[in-house]
């Protein structure tokens, strides 16, 4: 096996905070993903200072690498891998992303924990998306989970008890717990029936909850224009489905007669979505 983790000088950083997303069990509305990518256009003086390679942990049949051409020659194939970048952002941040691997998960997300540990991260935050039973017309909502009740004491709503499946991102929250670094979890509730489709105002939600909580001075601004655009596609798409807007309206008024499920409701308008590209 080749060695997962490819370090270069690790960065010198004060108080720093982790704030991972891992993709591939839920992230409704492309939410965290989204969230860690605005963060990472905003990082002042990033640098990639750490990757795991995952070719082989991948199931690539499922997580394909990608090619790059140019003028029709093969110049590069870019092989799954997760990215460690430090910079700043009105305080230290390291940000992790990447494809949640398909084998030796306590292996890759120790590795990840033993960087954070050398780097003196001292709170990590994970960021995804969750389905809800919610409307696209009101304000998306932020739930957390932590890992242990002084933090649910700061973070205020949280998430009810749950047992069962999980991600590589939850199973990280609690490896990063387990070794003293305090971890929060921010679950953007999305509108279930629009989970599949990037969500810009899941990705605001996001980032104004952890700008709050960790400090970071991240600019909100630019996804206004995004978000406009967004719920104008939605409602644009809703003009000619009365059946699909008197679902919303039930959902807003918390009835619970006659509605359809997440998958049917999503087959709709993200047909719409998908159709104006």
Not at 132 to 137: E, L, N
Not at 207 to 213: D, G, P, T, V, Y
Request: with cysteine; glycine share 10%.
């Amino acid at each position: 096996m080749a060695e997962l983790l490819e370090l270069e000088t690790l960065p010198q950083l004060r108080d720093p905070v982790l704030v991972v997303a891992l993709a591939g069990w839920v992230d409704a509305g492309v939410a965290g993903a989204g969230a860690i990518g605005v963060l990472g256009e905003q990082l002042e003086s990033g640098r990639r200072f750490a990757r795991l390679d995952l070719a082989d942990v991948m199931d690539l049949q499922q997580t394909r690498p990608s090619v790059e051409l140019v003028d029709g020659v093969t110049r590069r194939i870019r092989w799954p891998e997760i990215e460690l970048v430090a910079g700043t952002l009105g305080r230290d941040l390291v940000l992790c992303a990447g494809p949640e691997p398909s084998l030796r998960w306590q292996e890759v997300l120790g590795t990840i924990v033993d960087v954070a540990r050398r780097v003196g991260v001292t709170r990590a935050f994970t960021l995804a998306g969750i389905p809800t039973m919610a409307s696209h017309r009101r304000p998306i909502g932020v739930l957390a989970t932590a890992t242990d009740m002084s933090l649910l004491g700061e973070v205020g709503a949280w998430r009810a008890d749950y047992e069962g499946p999980t991600g590589a991102q939850t199973a990280l929250q609690v490896m990063l717990g387990d070794a003293g670094i305090p971890t929060v979890a921010l679950w953007a509730q999305v509108p279930h029936y629009l989970s599949g489709s990037p969500c810009p105002a899941a990705v605001r939600a996001l980032l104004a909850r952890l700008a709050e909580l960790a400090r970071v001075s991240v600019r909100l601004d630019t996804l206004d224009e995004p978000i406009r655009v967004y719920l104008d596609r939605v409602e644009e798409g809703l003009i000619e489905r009365p059946d699909v807007v008197e679902v919303i309206r039930a959902i807003e008024e918390g009835s619970e007669e006659e509605l359809p499920t997440g998958d049917e409701l999503a087959s709709e308008i993200e047909r719409f979505l998908r159709g104006q590209g």
